[in-house]
């Protein structure tokens, strides 16, 4: 490698890529992220795009979304991808595949995917990140169930996500006393 070509290596800084579905970004995801960029200079958030999934917000809303969170922190760029994940690293200069863990059921599959990408590309590596105490219950899927029925998700997302999430489900505006129990 010529000298030139190391110098402009150092400048790029150290990137990590957070893959996943985020349909939709939560607390969980966000506070990963925001460990993650105590470590790296940059953290790319790829929305992945997985039909099979079925997921509830199109890869571009869940872009658009995951853009407007991150509009102040210029270190986060977010993107989104098809087909292989380690295709799409190759195309960044990242090494570093960011995951998060909130219990010993996430590790398994984790395990295998990590397993997977690195016999696939051998200078990759998968960086777990432990999650927070206040989110290792919040999932994707379960603020979809809890919003769908029309339970309270502020708090364990943004006031943006807990909006567009509404807008999904069609939801009335709740009422504060809506069977009037206290007549
Ligand atoms: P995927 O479909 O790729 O699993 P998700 O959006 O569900 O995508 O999750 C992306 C990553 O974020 C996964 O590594 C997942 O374990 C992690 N994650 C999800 N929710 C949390 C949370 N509450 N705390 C920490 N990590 C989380």
Do not use: C, Q
């Amino acid at each position: 490698m010529k000298k030139s070509e190391k110098r402009e290596d150092k400048n790029m800084g150290k990137v990590a890529i957070y893959p996943g579905s985020f349909d939709p970004i939560t607390y969980g995801h966000i506070d990963i992220v925001e460990r993650a960029l105590e470590i790296f200079d940059k953290v790319i958030v790829a929305v992945a795009h997985n039909a099979e999934k079925r997921p509830l917000f199109t890869t571009e809303e869940r872009r658009k979304i995951i853009k407007a969170i991150f509009k102040d922190t210029p270190n986060v760029i977010v993107d989104s991808f098809k087909g292989l994940l380690v295709d799409y690293v190759a195309k960044t200069n990242a090494k570093v595949i960011l995951r998060g863990l909130r219990a010993t059921s996430d590790f398994e599959y984790e395990f295998h995917m990590a397993s997977m990408n690195r016999s696939l590309n051998t200078h990759l590596d998968t960086l777990f990140m432990m999650t927070n105490k206040d989110y290792f219950f919040v999932s994707s899927r379960t603020i979809k169930e809890v919003a769908k029925l029309g339970g309270a998700v502020e708090g364990l997302v943004p006031d943006l996500v807990a909006r567009r999430l509404k807008e999904k489900f069609k939801l009335p505006v709740r009422k504060k006393n809506p069977i009037g129990w206290d007549d």
